[in-house]
């Protein structure tokens, strides 16, 4: 069974930049294309970025392009988001997800397993 933990969330001021990490256990993380969703209070969970299983192809909702890097180390067995230049809007529970066939999707519904959130809170 595939665990994955997040970490590296907290408050942070706009224009900072902030790092999440997700470590994958249980399961073969080379095979796994990985995303990050995340829910801000009172809406729907939503896409934020994702990477094929090589890392080589990486996919980002509008509102973020430009500004988050998603990245993996297949040695690690982590994968990594990169948010700089943050905005109050960017604020929301961050979640890591991970589907063991296919590529990297943009619905939440191609993904096997979840991480457990960790908590982003962007302030003025």
């Known amino acids: 069974q595939v665990q994955l933990v997040e970490s590296g969330g907290g408050l942070v001021h706009t224009g900072e930049t902030l790092t999440l990490s997700c470590v994958s256990s249980g399961g073969t993380f080379s095979n796994q294309a990985m995303g990050w969703f995340r829910q801000a209070a009172g809406k729907e969970r939503e896409f934020v970025a994702a990477t094929t299983w090589s890392g080589l192809t990486t996919y980002y909702t509008d509102s973020v392009k430009g500004r988050f890097t998603i990245s993996r180390d297949n040695d690690k067995n982590t994968v990594f988001l990169e948010m700089a230049k943050v905005k109050t809007e960017d604020t929301g529970v961050y979640y890591c997800?991970?589907?063991?066939?296919?590529?990297?999707?943009?619905?939440?519904?191609?993904?096997?397993?979840w991480g457990q959130g960790t908590q982003v809170t962007v302030s003025s």
């Open positions: 997800a991970g589907r063991t066939f296919g590529g990297a999707s943009l619905k939440e519904d191609q993904y096997n397993y």
